[in-house]
């Protein structure tokens, strides 16, 4: 079945450092990837997403490429902020099953 | 504002009662979702409903039912069977189930 694998936290960085979060998967077929942010007491919300491979998706300064030959769909950016402090969750949807599958979060922490 | 609503945001339940999570939404979707949330665990989905009238079994459905009786709506119920209900519950939709899903702000219930 499918599955998604990230990196363990919590991570902590101060302000302006470089943040990489890293993801891989399992999966039938070929997968959509997509990175979902969870801020503290709220539900998540779709940071970026990537449909095929070596597709890149971005927003807010994140960004995460697709990379099928090592299935893998890392996250990063370049110069952290206090605000970036959440919650960061992994997911995949498998081919032609709607579901998605999450990883377990990393809890990111950035200190001024 | 369209969005998608759940209440309350904190509940309480003693032992061995049912208790109902309410989930609206209204952004015309023809696919809701329901999650629960346990620390370090991610997400793994309960029910989930394509359409009115209609819902399948997701991952973990023992212990909880739903209905979707109106396109807006999808209620769950936490029945007593759920051996381990304290967690974080939440609802999402998405226009088809195959589009992206959006979440709502999520229910956290404990069993007293």
């Known amino acids: 079945g499918n599955s998604v694998t990230q990196m363990e936290g919590p991570v902590t960085l101060s302000e302006e450092a470089f943040l990489t979060i890293n993801c891989t998967y399992t999966a039938t077929g070929y997968p959509s990837l997509f990175w979902y942010v969870q801020y503290p007491g709220e539900g998540l919300q779709l940071l970026l997403k990537a449909t095929k491979a070596d597709d890149k998706g971005s927003n807010k300064g994140f960004e995460a490429t697709y990379r099928k030959e090592t299935t893998s769909f890392h996250l990063e950016k370049g110069s952290v902020q206090v605000s970036d402090s959440a919650v960061y969750f992994c997911a995949l949807r498998g081919g032609s099953n709607y579901k998605l599958t999450f990883g377990k979060g990393t809890l990111l922490t950035v200190n001024p | 504002d369209g969005g998608i609503t759940q209440s309350p945001k904190y509940l309480f339940r003693k032992e061995g009662q049912n208790v109902t999570l309410s989930c609206e939404q209204n952004l015309n979707h023809d696919a809701m979702y329901w999650y629960r949330q346990d620390p370090g665990q991610g997400l793994r989905l309960i029910y989930y409903s394509q359409i009115v009238n209609d819902f399948q079994k997701g991952d973990i459905a023992e212990g909880y039912s739903v209905s979707r009786e109106k396109k807006e709506s999808f209620p769950l119920t936490v029945t007593s069977a759920q051996k381990n209900p304290t967690a974080f519950y939440l609802c999402?939709?998405?226009?088809?189930?195959?589009?992206?899903?959006?979440f709502g702000p999520g229910t956290r219930l404990t069993v007293l």
């Open positions: 999402a939709s998405s226009f088809r189930r195959d589009n992206e899903q959006f």
